[in-house]
């Protein structure tokens, strides 16, 4: 997801897509664990989806400042 593409969304948008990342990223960790993860490249993308979205409310929180 592009950093363009998140500053267009809504804070409550960001947590909630946050946290549906979180869980994917869980599962994925689960099944690396279990050793049949079928894309482990995808463990990092959502790693830096999750920083990237944070970033953007960092971003926005100060702005409101």
């Given at each position: 997801m592009k950093a363009k593409d998140i500053r267009n969304m809504?804070?409550?948008?960001?947590?909630?897509?946050?946290?549906d990342l979180k869980e994917e990223l869980?599962?994925?960790k689960f099944?690396?664990?279990?050793g049949n993860i079928e894309k482990p490249a995808r463990m990092?993308?959502?790693k830096r989806d999750i920083?990237?979205?944070k970033t953007v409310l960092t971003e926005k929180a100060s702005k409101a400042e």
């Open positions: 809504t804070e409550d948008q960001i947590n909630k897509k946050i946290a869980f599962n994925l099944q690396a664990a279990l990092n993308e959502i920083a990237r979205m």
